[in-house]
């Protein structure tokens, strides 16, 4: 029974890296918050809720990338 258990650990453990890193990086970046509100001038208006899932999502698999060494090859010319 224990086996069953832990099978689906591992399979697991990758999403569970990234939605760890995800967490990360929003709370450090302010990825997925709205725009406090300010005085004068604003530039753009609010995002939308839609936006933020989108942004999250598109963060999320850029981490999932990132855990499962995916991502953009370090030090390539462009």
């Known amino acids: 029974m224990d086996a069953l258990n832990n099978a689906g650990l591992g399979a697991r453990r990758n999403e569970d890296i990234a939605l760890d890193l995800l967490k990360f990086v929003a709370a450090t970046a302010g990825v997925g918050r709205p725009a406090a509100p300010s005085t004068g001038f604003s530039g753009s208006a609010a995002p939308k809720p839609e936006e933020h899932v989108t942004q999250l999502l598109e963060l999320y698999s850029r981490c999932l990338k990132a855990v499962e060494g995916k991502g953009?090859?370090?030090?390539a010319a462009k």
Request: no cysteine.
């Open 72 to 75: 953009p090859e370090t030090g």
